[in-house]
């Protein structure tokens, strides 16, 4: 019996590591990265993003990116952002199923009709993660089951909070998935060994 709670967490921990493998990191509008005049609404056609992907948006220091509510970013409204960052590096984890808005806070810079871009997360896929990387026959990639992730949407107390009411802490958006699953898979892989040992 121990032996058997030791191989299945050694699954566990493989496919944790294969879901990893197959993230995708975005920067926004890679080229020209987050500035004025550039359509995110174009830059997002067509991209699936999926639980577990990156956003990072690349700007100068002038700027900024303020994550905000559906009704902030249609309004382009400043005063109550979910976060604000700046720096010019910020990078997200989509880590649950939902939108998420993104403006830039500088005056006129949202209003202007560039400066905004809308994140819808899907639930993660391997099939179609690996349909997408091995469209050109150079990668094959393996199924380990279908991901799923809970419809939790951690920012919907933010996003219907009264205004003027104090914002909920979101999670801390800045830690990088690699960083998160090595420690998961570690921890996994040492509880394998101690349950085999035993």
């Not at 939902?98 to 209003?111: A, D, E, K, Q, V």
């Amino acid at each position: 019996m121990k032996a058997s709670s030791g191989a299945l967490l050694a699954v566990m921990a493989v496919a944790a590591l294969a879901t990893t493998a197959l993230a995708k990191n975005y920067t926004v509008d890679g080229s020209t990265g987050w500035d004025t005049y550039v359509s995110y609404d174009k830059w997002t056609a067509g991209k699936t993003f999926m639980v577990g992907d990156n956003i990072e948006f690349k700007y100068e220091v002038y700027h900024n990116v303020l994550e905000v509510t559906k009704a902030d970013y249609a309004s382009c409204a400043t005063g109550s952002p979910i976060s604000i960052h700046s720096g010019g590096d910020t990078t997200f984890e989509l880590t649950n199923i939902g939108t998420r808005y993104f403006i830039c806070g500088i005056p006129r810079h949202c209003s202007n009709g560039t400066m905004h871009v809308m994140i819808t997360t899907v639930a993660y896929d391997a099939r179609h993660r690996c349909r997408n990387r091995s469209s050109g026959g150079a990668r094959r990639c393996s199924f380990f089951g279908p991901g799923s992730s809970p419809p939790a949407d951690v920012y919907a107390e933010a996003r219907t909070a009264p205004a003027g009411a104090p914002a909920a802490s979101a999670p801390k958006s800045s830690a990088t998935r690699y960083q998160q699953t090595l420690a998961a898979v570690a921890g996994l892989a040492f509880a394998a060994l101690l349950a085999i040992a035993a």
